[in-house]
């Protein structure tokens, strides 16, 4: 099982670049890696998905070094509204193959005016 | 429409009590789950459906039975439940059942306190 690991917690202020790193250093040929945002008392909301080097959306940014054994989430400009806490996800289907889908223990980024 | 819906969102049951967990989505998705988080940690996976197949995680105690009646529709069954139980339990679906890589869609959850 890919075992990740993530800092605890981050402070940040209004304007600046976040990035969250997560550690996976036996993560599986097949592994995806998900990150998702939680706010208190909802359901987690996806973010971004990547396998390999670097993905990009509307919302944040994915970089995945060669050897895949970590990745980095990164949150151009935040805002107070970003604060929440942030779930490194490493794993692949659940089905036939055995997978497991693991959360990393989250990231709880505080953002400050 | 993307959304997950769960019923109640709050709910307080004794030991003895017998009660379900409801969970609705209309994405046309052939997978859900049940989670369970207590506060302060990440969501825990207790059991997937995906194509009308269930897949367990073996450490959930037998007192949590799920249900799926079609693919829009999840139950997860509370029986003898213990104090420990207590948590918010998540609902979530998405398209194809290969979770490790489908973007997930979550419910709101409910709130779930055992006395």
């Known amino acids: 099982l890919a075992k990740t690991t993530q800092p605890i917690s981050m402070d940040s202020y209004e304007g600046q670049e976040v990035n969250i790193t997560c550690s996976h250093n036996n993560i599986a040929t097949n592994d995806y890696i998900t990150w998702y945002q939680q706010f208190p008392s909802q359901g987690p909301r996806f973010i971004i998905q990547?396998?390999?080097t670097k993905v990009t959306n509307e919302v944040a940014s994915l970089f995945i070094p060669a050897d895949r054994k970590s990745s980095t989430l990164s949150l151009p400009r935040v805002s107070l509204s970003d604060t929440a806490v942030y779930y490194c996800?490493?794993?692949?289907?659940?089905?036939?193959?055995?997978?497991?889908?693991?959360f990393g223990q989250g990231t709880e980024l505080s953002v400050k005016p | 429409d993307t959304e997950v819906t769960q019923t109640p969102k709050h709910l307080v049951m004794g030991m003895t009590n017998k009660k379900s967990l409801k969970c609705e989505q209309h994405?046309?998705?052939?997978?859900m789950y049940w989670y369970k988080q207590k506060a302060k940690k990440p969501p825990e996976l207790m059991f997937v459906?995906?194509?009308?197949?269930?897949?367990i995680n073996e450490s959930v105690p037998s007192r949590f039975s799920p249900e799926c009646p079609n693919s829009s529709l999840l139950n997860l069954h509370l029986h003898a439940l213990q104090p420990e139980d207590s948590a918010l339990y998540l609902c979530?679906?998405?398209?194809?059942?290969?979770?490790?890589?489908?973007?997930?869609?979550f419910g709101p959850g409910t709130r779930l306190t055992v006395t």
């Open positions: 994405m046309g998705h052939r997978a």
């Open positions: 459906y995906s194509y009308e197949k269930l897949s």
């Open positions: 979530a679906s998405s398209q194809a059942g290969l979770a490790g890589v489908d973007e997930q869609y």
């Open positions: 996800l490493v794993g692949k289907e659940i089905y036939n193959q055995g997978g497991k889908l693991i």
């Open positions: 990547g396998y390999k």
